[in-house]
């Protein structure tokens, strides 16, 4: 299995179990456990629920035997690599939509939403009454690749913007979401984070190494 702490694969030895109890209408000796142990990698704690056949000793006592696991602690974290150009107001949010994910997809809509907004007005300044007007000036921009323009755009037909007209008006409140919709802000985020932030801190820093080039060389400087 996968560690859900450190990541790395690892065989999962239990320090400890609860009782084995049967499960009503499965098969004959079918049932369940919690067992517990400790990463060998990282030494973290890991909980899992253990399911599937089970023996009966003698004195009231069971053993699982073939059985299935479902880590219930810690719960998976969802989390995402995050370039360093990357402000740390929009990574920290960033991380917690996508750590939020696996528990609540209404929520980890509604922070990327927030986020979404908050690019388009405070680094892109696009200021509209609705996200959905701002999505349009943006997509409209000169110089925005056509994948993210229609990508950006895509947002309001899955989030179905005129159904749910708070996400337009309360980009953070916590309503329904549409099947796949907080899966793919989070991905449209991304690429708009590459965008907006990464590609240009990115050509600037290989312009100025350039321009310290050319300045050791006694020749002009890029503006």
Known sequence: MICP???????????????????EGK?????????HGFCPEC???IVCIRTGTYFDHDFDTREMMNHTLEIIHPLPSGSRPIEPEVPAPFSADFDEA???LPVSAKASAAMSR??????????LGIKKHVLDKEIEAFIQRP?????????VDAIR?????AAHPQKNLNTGEIIDVEPGEAEWLIDVLESLFD??????????????ALNAKLQLAGKPTLK
Request: glycine share 8%; charged share 20%; proline share 4%.
């Open 157 to 161: 037909t899955i989030g179905n913007f």
């Open 43 to 45: 030494h973290h704690l």
């Open 27 to 35: 098969q004959k000796n079918y049932g369940f456990d919690v067992a």
């Open 114 to 123: 927030r986020i979404l907004q908050h690019i388009l007005r405070d680094q």
């Open 195 to 208: 965008f907006v932030f990464v590609q240009p801190a990115r050509l600037e820093a290989r312009k100025e």
């Open 98 to 100: 996508c750590r939020v």
């Open 143 to 151: 110089g925005v690749p056509s994948q993210l323009a229609g990508a």
């Open 5 to 23: 702490n450190c990541n790395i694969g690892i065989r999962f030895e239990s320090s400890g179990t609860s009782s084995v109890y049967p499960i």
